[in-house]
């Protein structure tokens, strides 16, 4: 591997070879067995990059990968699908009883695929995206065919993909555009697909599934969740083209799709004529370049034509660091800075975001006013740290103190509703009484 793999985050040097973190389960690591055998497939996928895996069903209900996937399932908590099944019942029908089935209907090959239950969450943009929530049995399954499948494509993922991948993140992706930017490449390429998971075509998903797999049953599994029936209203489809999100496996097949972009971009060399570099995270990408763009636009949009695949009119662009762009949350422009004596690279938190989280906190605190405090400033809490989190790294601080200041008055208010009084109660609900309640002060005073 390259010298400039070793700057990526790694978990061991083993075998000779490197091992990036991100190939990881957060759980993964309380069962050896599967610890190695993922080491074991990335190293031969690494090696042979046209190899075939054909004997692969045996890993999937291997004890230990069911249950690696089934704690990922519990600790997710999600919605029960169309069963109705939900995590309690299985604890309360024995989690070791219930895998013990579940493998052996994998082993007899007996085991079916259910239809999945559709619902909607909101989108920032006010629009709804449709969430697909498979049984509890096909989210086991998926995960545990994602551990055993995954290593062999992440050798083949490229180095500036950063969604949906173990020790990848968008904040990573943050960083490196942060860092071309500083480096010059401000002429920016700004991407998204439109309808993205909707819009994957089966047969090509397929075809590039089975560059790698060869395992029959495995690439039955993967057909028939990509066929299952969606049910919604009392309604059922059979879906021609698109993998749902909300399954487990849905993620890193989006990524093996688009990967087909991300290689054929690569060994264009494009990247090296152009000066361009491309950054994708999932179907959201960016390209930044030192040049006004020449023969990248035309060279992407012809991939994506070929993967049936369509941009967004309405989101894709092109502009430059100065007027300023947003990706992943993240608003980027450079400006010219006189004490710096040069421009300088800012990273704020989109408006977009602002006004999604501001939402989320009138949802949190418009609750009845008998409702509980306890819960109330514990929602809160999650909300606000999650949010913070996610923007620590960037010189935001004036924005998150105005966000927390506003998380305050939300509480403010919603305490003096309880007391049928009107006001924020600056003076009755100060700093020092929202700690004793439980409110924990992320951003403080500087």
Same mark, same amino acid.
């Given at each position: 591997?390259?010298?400039?793999a070793?700057n990526l985050?790694?978990f061991s ?15 993964i ?8 055998l ?8 690494k ?5 075939? %895996? ?11 990968v069911?249950?690696c ?9 999600g919605s029960?699908?169309i069963d109705?099944?939900?995590?309690n ?9 219930f895998?013990?089935?579940?493998a052996?209907?994998i082993r007899?090959?007996t085991?079916?695929?259910?239809d999945?239950k559709?619902v909607y969450?909101?989108k920032?943009?006010?629009k709804?995206?449709?969430?697909g ?6 989210r086991?399954v998926?995960?545990?065919v994602?551990?055993v499948?995954?290593?062999i494509f992440?050798a083949?993922?490229?180095e500036?993909?950063?969604g949906?991948?173990e020790?990848r ?10 860092k ?8 920016i390429?700004d991407?998204d697909i439109k309808?993205?998971f909707?819009?994957?075509d089966?047969?090509i ?6 560059r790698r797999?060869?395992?029959?049953y *495995?690439l ?5 969740w990509?066929r299952a ?5 009392d @309604?059922r489809?059979?879906p021609?083209k698109g993998?749902p999100q909300g399954g487990?496996i849905?993620p890193?097949?989006?990524n093996?799709y688009?990967?087909e ?6 060994e264009?060399g494009?990247e ?6 491309l ?5 959201d ?8 763009f ?7 949009e012809a ?5 049936n695949?369509?941009?967004s009119?309405?989101?894709t662009?092109?502009?430059t660091?100065k007027?300023g762009?947003d %990706?992943?949350g993240?608003h %980027?422009?450079?400006k010219?800075v ?10 704020r ?6 006004k ?7 949802? *949190?605190t ?15 809490n999650?909300? @606000?740290?999650?949010w ?6 960037i010189?935001a601080?004036?924005?998150?103190a ?6 305050l008055n939300r ?10 009084k009107?006001?924020?109660g600056y003076k009755e609900?100060?700093s020092?009484?929202?700690l004793?309640?439980g409110?924990k ?6």
């Amino acid at each position: 591997m390259e010298q400039s793999a070793c700057n990526l985050v790694c978990f061991s040097c083993r075998e000779g070879g490197i091992i990036p973190k991100r190939y990881y389960m957060q759980n993964i690591e309380r069962y050896p067995k599967l610890h190695e055998l993922r080491e074991k497939l990335y190293h031969a996928a690494k090696a042979g990059k046209n190899r075939r %895996f054909y004997t692969l069903k045996d890993k999937v209900y291997r004890e230990d990968v069911l249950k690696c996937s089934w704690e990922s399932v519990k600790s997710n908590k999600g919605s029960p699908g169309i069963d109705a099944q939900t995590i309690n019942h299985v604890i309360e029908y024995g989690e070791e009883r219930f895998l013990k089935e579940l493998a052996e209907d994998i082993r007899t090959e007996t085991y079916r695929v259910r239809d999945i239950k559709r619902v909607y969450i909101q989108k920032k943009n006010g629009k709804q995206r449709p969430l697909g929530i498979p049984v509890i049995r096909d989210r086991i399954v998926q995960g545990a065919v994602k551990l055993v499948i995954e290593p062999i494509f992440e050798a083949d993922f490229q180095e500036f993909s950063y969604g949906f991948r173990e020790g990848r993140s968008a904040q990573d992706a943050r960083k490196e555009v942060q860092k071309l930017l500083n480096w010059g490449r401000t002429s920016i390429y700004d991407a998204d697909i439109k309808g993205y998971f909707d819009s994957i075509d089966h047969g090509i998903l397929m075809e590039l599934v089975e560059r790698r797999i060869a395992d029959g049953y *495995i690439l039955k599994l993967i057909r028939a969740w990509l066929r299952a029936g969606i049910i919604e209203d009392d @309604m059922r489809t059979e879906p021609r083209k698109g993998t749902p999100q909300g399954g487990v496996i849905s993620p890193l097949l989006a990524n093996i799709y688009l990967n087909e972009m991300d290689r054929l971009w690569k060994e264009s060399g494009i990247e090296k004529r152009e000066n361009a570099h491309l950054i994708r995270y999932c179907d959201d990408f960016i390209v930044l370049s030192s040049r006004p763009f020449r023969k990248a636009i035309p060279f992407i949009e012809a991939m994506l034509n070929n993967l049936n695949l369509e941009l967004s009119t309405e989101k894709t662009r092109i502009t430059t660091a100065k007027e300023g762009f947003d %990706f992943l949350g993240f608003h %980027f422009f450079r400006k010219y800075v006189y004490s710096y004596s040069k421009e300088h690279t800012y990273v704020r938190p989109t408006k977009q975001s602002m006004k999604s989280v501001k939402s989320k906190i009138d949802t *949190i605190t418009q609750r009845a006013v008998n409702g509980d405090i306890e819960e109330t400033v514990k929602s809160l809490n999650l909300l @606000m740290r999650g949010w913070t989190n996610y923007y620590r790294d960037i010189e935001a601080y004036k924005t998150l103190a105005k966000i927390q200041e506003y998380a305050l008055n939300r509480l403010r208010k919603y305490l003096r509703r309880r007391h049928t009084k009107s006001g924020f109660g600056y003076k009755e609900y100060n700093s020092e009484y929202m700690l004793k309640i439980g409110f924990k002060l992320i951003v403080t005073r500087r």
